[in-house]
């Protein structure tokens, strides 16, 4: 059987709020989580797993545009600078998810949304943009919460599915855990074959992909945001 692509798109806040620790440990957690994605993807032959990044502050941009199969896929470290432009972020993922430049035989994609603060700009625009592509409608969605700032009634509105909430990472070990469940689960979800057209989103967010409750109570010497 011929491998069908899983495009996963990270989305990712690099906002002088996430300056530090932050930026630090979610490029760790990336970088670790890839062996992991490329365990899953080895798991499910028939799907080929290609990965990119889209970074919005100031402006939004391509940080990794080309899909990159995981296996060839090595993490550069992202930087932050500036503003939350999270609805330009959204619209450059919008472009994406059109048929073409997305193949008509592929799996449902995976958008991956990490954020620690409120956007500042048309974030609404940006999120109806991708709602309106055939591909944006069947992606699998999750996002995280970083630190108590987070807007997190932004991401329940990106996720489309009042049955699943944003993952919270308010230290570094849920942060970790966060990106490891979002790089693993969400691309077992994806790899199920599309039923229709639009009409399985419900089956593709429904439990058991429903994000983890993250435990933070054994990391009393961790650090919080």
Known sequence: MANRPVHFIWVLDCSYSMQGEKIARLNYAIREAIPEMRSVAHDNPAAQLLL?????????????????????????????????????ALHLVARELQTPPMPQRALKPVLALVSDGVPTDDWRAGLKAVDATPWGRKAVRVAVAVGADADRGVLQEFLGNPELQPLDANSPKQLAAAIRWASTAAVKAASQPVLGDGSDRTLTMAKPYAPPVLDDDDDDDDDVW
Request: glycine letters at 6%.
């Open 52 to 88: 990119r990044t889209v970074t919005f502050s100031t402006t939004a941009q391509w940080h990794h545009q080309n899909p990159i199969p995981v296996d060839d896929f090595t993490w550069q470290d992202v930087q932050v600078d500036g503003m939350t432009n999270l609805g330009e």
